[in-house]
C-alpha cells in the first residue's frame, strides 16, 4: 500500500521515478479506508532531503499512510526554500488538538550545542511531553533520540570528542520482539553524531529495553516497554551519498573531518560508496509502523489515552 503526500510534493515525483508505490491526495479521497495518520516534524536543514527519505522507507509496507509534515517554528532556513516550507509544512499549534498514530521527529546538527542553548529547546519539550498523551509511538532518530532521553527520562547531554561518522556493524538483541523482528544478529547501519549512548547508563537510568547496539559506538535502538517510544541513534534513512555530502561540507568548513569509516571502498574518497543498510532501514520502519503503530493504536483516535 502507498503512503498519501501532496500532489506536487517535490518527493512525490522522485518516489514515483523510484518506482515506489504513492498515492496523491486526490486518488486517496475516493477510498473508504481508515489510514495511519503520522506526524514528521522535520528539524533537518535539508528539509527536502530528508522528507524524500524518509517518504521511501514509510511506504515500503502493505499500509496506507497518510503525512503530515510539521516544522519547530516558521522560522527562515537557508537550505530549504520558504516557499515550500509555507506550502508543506504546519506548525504544532496546528496539530497538537488531534491525535495521531505515529510521530517521526528527525535528528538536527546540532551535537556539540547544550540543550539550553538551542533556540527551539523549550518548544522541542512541548513537543516531546505533547507526544506521550496523542501519539500511539514516536520514533526519535539521532539527535531528537539524545534530547528525548533528557526530556523523558532526565538523561544529561553526554559529548564525545571524535564524530561518530561511518557504517557501523551493530549487534541484535531480544530477536523474539517484533521491533527486531527478521533482523540479522548483525546488521549495518549509518552514524552520523557526536552523542554518546551507553548503554550501561540507559539501562540502569531508564526503562528502555536495547535491541541493538556496537561495542565502538554504543546504543543504536532501543524502546519503551510499551513502543510508545522508540530511539534509533542512526540514520537508517540515509542515501549512499548523505555521508559523502557531509564530509564534503565539513571539509569545505575547516572541520578538517576523519573519512567516514566502512564508508568508501578501501578508504578511497574517490571510490562511490554502496549503500549495505537499505534492507535493515525498511524492515526496521516496517516493523515500527505495523507492530508498534497499527496493531495497537485505536481505530477512533479519540480513544488514544
Not at 532556513?77 to 515550500?84: D, G, M, V
Not at 546538527?109 to 514516536?138: A, C, M, Q
Not at 571539509?251 to 574517490?270: A, F, Q, R, V
Request: aromatic share 12%; hydrophobic share 35%.
Amino acid at each position: 500500500m502507498p503512503i498519501r503526500i501532496p500532489d506536487d510534493l517535490p518527493a512525490s515525483s522522485i518516489l514515483k521515478s523510484e518506482n515506489i508505490f504513492t498515492m496523491s491526495e486526490s486518488r486517496a479521497s475516493l477510498q473508504n479506508i481508515r489510514p495511519l495518520r503520522v506526524l514528521i516534524l522535520n528539524l533537518m536543514p535539508k528539509k527536502i532531503e530528508t522528507e524524500t527519505q524518509l517518504m521511501r522507507l514509510l511506504s515500503n509496507t502493505p499500509l496506507q499512510v497518510n503525512i503530515e509534515l510539521l516544522r519547530v517554528n516558521a522560522r527562515a532556513t537557508k537550505n530549504t526554500p520558504q516557499a515550500h516550507l509555507d506550502k508543506f509544512y504546519g506548525d504544532f499549534e496546528r496539530v497538537k488538538d488531534q491525535k495521531w498514530d505515529g510521530f517521526i521527529i528527525t535528528g538536527a546538527p546540532l551535537g556539540t550545542i547544550p540543550f539550553e542553548d538551542v533556540y527551539y529547546w523549550d518548544k522541542f519539550t512541548e513537543i516531546v511531553n505533547w507526544s506521550r498523551h496523542n501519539v500511539t509511538s514516536t520514533l526519535f532518530l539521532c539527535w531528537a533520540a539524545q534530547a528525548a532521553l533528557k526530556v523523558l527520562y532526565g538523561l544529561d547531554k553526554v559529548t564525545r570528542t571524535d564524530k561518530l561518522s561511518g557504517i557501523y556493524l551493530h549487534q541484535t538483541s531480544h530477536h523474539q520482539h517484533p521491533l527486531v523482528r527478521g533482523f540479522d544478529d548483525d546488521f549495518w547501519a549509518p552514524l552520523s553524531r557526536y552523542a554518546e549512548f551507553n548503554s550501561e547508563v540507559i539501562k540502569e537510568k531508564t526503562d528502555l529495553n536495547i535491541f541493538a547496539d556496537a561495542p565502538d559506538a554504543g546504543v543504536y535502538l532501543a524502546a519503551s516497554p510499551d513502543c510508545r517510544q522508540v530511539f534509533i541513534t542512526g540514520h537508517p534513512e540515509y542515501d549512499v551519498n548523505t555521508l559523502n555530502n557531509e564530509y564534503l561540507r565539513d571539509l569545505k568548513e575547516g572541520l578538517n573531518p576523519e573519512l567516514p569509516i566502512n564508508y568508501y571502498p578501501d578508504n578511497d574518497k574517490t571510490k562511490k560508496p554502496h549503500a549495505i543498510w537499505r534492507s535493515h532501514g525498511n524492515l526496521l520502519y516496517s516493523n515500527w509502523l505495523n507492530y508498534c503503530v497499527y496493531q495497537v493504536t485505536p481505530y477512533d483516535l479519540t480513544d488514544l489515552k
